[in-house]
């Protein structure tokens, strides 16, 4: 079992900057950790993963540039870094751990999730 507890996030305006934090009951070495988002009406999507054994990391062609995903195995903890916010970029941001790295597309498989923490985005 992983607990994940979620930090950070808010309100911010356009083009500002946001750090999202999750923190790990334990040690996920060798999982796969990523960033989801979902917006009012809309289905879950992928945002980021990073394997952390690895460290190669994925994300959603849009937010490629504006969003990093990082990770501290001291702390045992997930981050997302996103600059260049838009108002677009509004939704419910989660985070998520798994084993198997069922990849940004499988949403629905991941085993482990956060809480859940909002993002809005204003003009």
């Known amino acids: 079992q992983v607990q994940l507890v979620q930090s950070g996030g808010g309100s911010v305006q356009a083009g500002g900057s946001l750090r999202l934090s999750c923190a790990a009951s334990?040690?996920?070495?060798?999982?796969?950790m990523g960033w989801f988002r979902q917006a009012p009406g809309k289905e879950r999507e992928g945002v980021a993963s990073?394997?952390?054994?690895?460290?190669?990391?994925y994300y959603v062609d849009s937010v490629k540039g504006r969003f990093t995903i990082s990770q501290d195995n001291s702390k045992n903890t997930l981050y997302l870094q996103m600059s260049s916010l838009k108002p677009e970029d509004t939704a419910m941001y989660y985070c998520?751990?798994?084993?198997?790295?069922?990849?940004?597309?499988?949403?629905?498989?991941?085993?482990?999730w956060g809480q859940g923490t909002q993002v809005t985005v204003s003009l």
């Open positions: 998520a751990a798994d084993p198997r790295c069922p990849g940004l597309t499988n949403s629905v498989t991941w085993i482990y």
């Open positions: 990073i394997s952390t054994g690895r460290g190669s990391t």
């Open positions: 334990r040690n996920t070495y060798n999982y796969c």
